[in-house]
């Protein structure tokens, strides 16, 4: 684990009587000092894929390590129509945190192709501006694979806005069967597998605070 | 997924003027009632393995949720000593959540094994008494596998403290490498696994807000 002094500052206060020549060797190591500093930010794209759970709960981990750190963060999720029910919706308004629900409307139904991919268009144009905004650290699109993966949403649009965005700016994308392109462009890709599952084994139900 | 409405509750008041019979049956159901609230909470013990990224990542998710739906809930981590560099530590402070860092002090040299695991013990003796305050609705003990698979824990110890626990009471395991037991004993165990990672085929460090 690499400690915190990639994120050091150099003093940016130069003291006086400096002869040009020394001024100018100072610049050129701010310079360099910064241009390290930027480096060492590197903005990832993070996909969480598989068959079990943790792909969106992982998001929200980072989603309250970054708001922990200060930084500036928000979630869009692909699937999830506002209520009052679920947990992180809960945490994010205590926080002061977006999690923005987008799924509102969609049917999932082959005979209403035309319908959901205007309203994925619609969610998708959300993300966009997020992205291109730069108004924040990280921007996380939650469930955003069944958009691709149902023809809703072309990858190669996704693609696109993430090589063009800031180079900073870590992006996380979720959901079952990321498309290759996908994960040939992340970063850091990570399959969460069910290894055993109480909802199906034991007939548990969906836990509160847990999954929702 | 299973609706908010296993959490309602049955109203408590009983209306003046009731025969012994109809107040012994509107006790009778209460009791019904209550029985069957227990059972729609369940408490759950997961398990986040595997050798990929969002093992703790996703406890800190559930965390998050749990905490927004006014759950109790605390975090122990193993293998952390406390820094403030930790996003979900400064996090923590912000939310007032308990994450408790035991890891000071583990030397992870296998010639100083009794000093590793009488301090494995005393880790352990803060999770067992968390587990047993019965205050928590979940509890969180991140990176425990690494106390047991290196012999400074047994695993019986910590599955009887699991079996003796408040039922309604869901705890989470991290780490890799689950042991075999502690899989079978779980309700949930999914496997993180490593598809792409960015620290070792690009040699980009852990990232703030991220990793930290």
């Known amino acids: 684990m690499q400690e915190e002094e990639n994120y050091e500052t150099v003093p940016l206060e130069e003291p006086d009587?400096?002869?040009e020549e020394r001024l100018s060797r100072v610049r050129q190591e701010l310079a360099e000092a910064r241009a390290k500093r930027k480096r060492g930010r590197t903005g990832l794209v993070i996909v969480n894929t598989g068959n079990g759970k943790g792909k969106t709960t992982a998001a929200l981990g980072?989603?309250?390590?970054?708001?922990?750190?200060g930084m500036r963060v928000v979630m869009l999720?692909?699937?999830k129509a506002k209520t009052g029910k679920w947990g992180e919706i809960r945490a994010a308004q205590r926080m002061g945190v977006e999690i923005i629900p987008l799924?509102?409307?969609?049917?999932?139904?082959?005979?209403?192709?035309?319908?959901d991919r205007a309203?994925?268009?619609q969610c998708?144009?959300?993300c966009r501006e997020k992205i291109e905004s730069d108004q924040y650290d990280v921007v996380i699109m939650d469930e955003i694979t069944y958009a691709i993966n149902y023809g809703w949403l072309d990858l190669e649009t996704v693609l696109n806005t993430l090589r063009n965005r800031n180079p900073a700016m870590h992006v996380i994308l979720?959901?079952?069967?990321?498309?290759a392109g996908l994960v040939e462009?992340?970063?850091?890709?990570t399959e969460m597998r069910e290894i055993k599952h109480p909802y199906k084994t034991q007939g548990i139900m969906a836990q509160k605070g847990i999954e929702f």
């Open 119 to 121: 309203l994925a268009h």
């Open 62 to 69: 980072v989603l309250l390590r970054s708001w922990g750190q």
């Open 103 to 115: 799924g509102k409307g969609f049917t999932w139904e082959s005979d209403n192709l035309e319908h």
């Open 174 to 179: 979720t959901g079952r069967d990321a498309p």
């Open 17 to 19: 009587g400096l002869s």
């Open 124 to 126: 998708w144009e959300q």
């Open 185 to 189: 462009y992340a970063d850091l890709v």
């Open 77 to 79: 999720q692909f699937l």
